[in-house]
Structure formats: C-alpha cells, structure tokens
C-alpha cells in the first residue's frame, strides 16, 4: 500500500495544476497562522476576558504562562513562513503537524464545534501536504516543478509583506470579523486574495512567451 501511494504521490508531481493547488493551499494554512502568532508573540490575549467556558478558561491560562505563550506564538510565525515562502514548506508543515494537532484535540474536548471543524480541516490540510512532501521527506530527486516557483515564493513574500504592513500603520493584530467596510483591513485582505490570481495569469502570460 506504501508503495502505491508514493507511485501516485510522484504520479502527482508531474501534474502542474496540482502544483497550483499545493502552493495554494500553502498559502492558505501558512496565513491562518500569522494572527495567531503575532497575538501571542505581543503578549495579546487570544480571546475576550469576559468570555468563559472550558475553552476560554484554558485560553486565558495559556496567556498568563507568558513566555510560554510567547514561544508557541514564534513557532507559530516559523510555520507561517515557512509554508508561505514556499522555500522550506516542508519544514513547516512537519512543525505545524503537532500545532495543529494540538489544537484539534483542545477544541473538540473543549466542544468548541465550529473552531474544532475549522481545526480539523487545517490538520487534513497539513497531513495532504505531507503525503505530497512523501519522495522528498525520503531523499529521493524530484523533476524540477511545472511552474515558477520564484513567482509564487514572491507572492508568498508579498503576502506577508502586505498583512504586516497593515498591522504595523494600524498598530494592531487585524483578525477579520465579517464584512466590516469601514476597517482598512477588510480592503487589504481582499488584494492579498487576489495576489495568487494576480501570480497566476502572470505566469501564465510567461509561459505562452516562451
């Protein structure tokens, strides 16, 4: 069965549109981190202080361990940046696999079911990328991916830029909290959605050039 699936796995690399996915998908479980780990890195609460229930509780005593909030925040930022940038993806998605794990298992014992489905989906996510990650975890040579991978890591880049800049003028951590037109991060979150479309029809525009 092992053997069948690294076939399919190698199979999978040769298909572009596929590549297009997992840069995607990089992309969308790397940013998921950035809020987390900024929050906690600054030393800010995760949750309202009013808020109770066993999830809450256990979250407002994770925020008063201190540097221990702050190091899973930093761990949380080296996962970020590592799936965003492409560069090292499997890196973070081996040290996201226990992060994630760890929060799938608190939010379903603690019954937080829209936060736990949220959670479980990422952990599906970040166990894809790894079966992906399979021939290169095992040392074997892969062809060289269809598509421009430096494209894609400056959009990575560009991503990043973009939310902490906002972060920086606003001097907040954004999180978005529904259509809210009035925050200037309503409109920033929507220009970095369109950054991979933006990537896409670049390079697509290449690779008819060539």
């Known amino acids: 069965m092992r053997a069948a699936l690294e076939r399919r796995v190698r199979a999978a690399h040769r298909r572009r549109w596929l590549h297009l996915v997992v840069v995607n998908l990089r992309f969308l479980l790397g940013f998921a981190f950035v809020p987390a780990g900024l929050k906690k890195v600054l030393r800010q609460p995760f949750t309202d202080p009013d808020n109770t229930g066993p999830f809450h509780e256990f979250l407002h005593a994770f925020h008063a361990t201190g540097f221990f909030y702050q190091f899973v ?94 972060c920086a003028v606003t001097g907040e951590v954004y999180r978005p909290r529904g259509a809210d037109r009035d925050a200037a991060g309503f409109y920033v979150l929507q220009a970095i959605a369109l950054l991979p479309v933006i990537t896409l029809v670049i390079e697509h525009r290449r690779r008819r050039a060539a």
Do not use: N
């Not at 761990?75 to 929060?103: M, N």
């Not at 603690?110 to 996510?125: D, H």
């Not at 790894?130 to 421009?148: F, K, S, T, Y």
């Open 73 to 166: 925040g930093i761990v949380q930022l080296a996962v970020a940046v590592l799936l965003i940038t492409q560069r090292f993806a499997a890196a973070g998605a081996l040290l996201a696999l226990p992060v994630v794990t760890a929060i799938v298992v608190l939010c379903w014992s603690t019954a937080v079911v829209p936060t736990a489905i949220v959670a479980t989906l990422m952990l599906a996510g970040i166990v894809a990328l790894l079966v992906w990650e399979l021939p290169r975890l095992r040392g074997e040579a892969l062809p060289a991916p269809p598509l421009d991978l430096r494209l894609w890591q400056a959009c990575g880049l560009a991503i990043l830029a973009l939310y902490l800049g906002l």
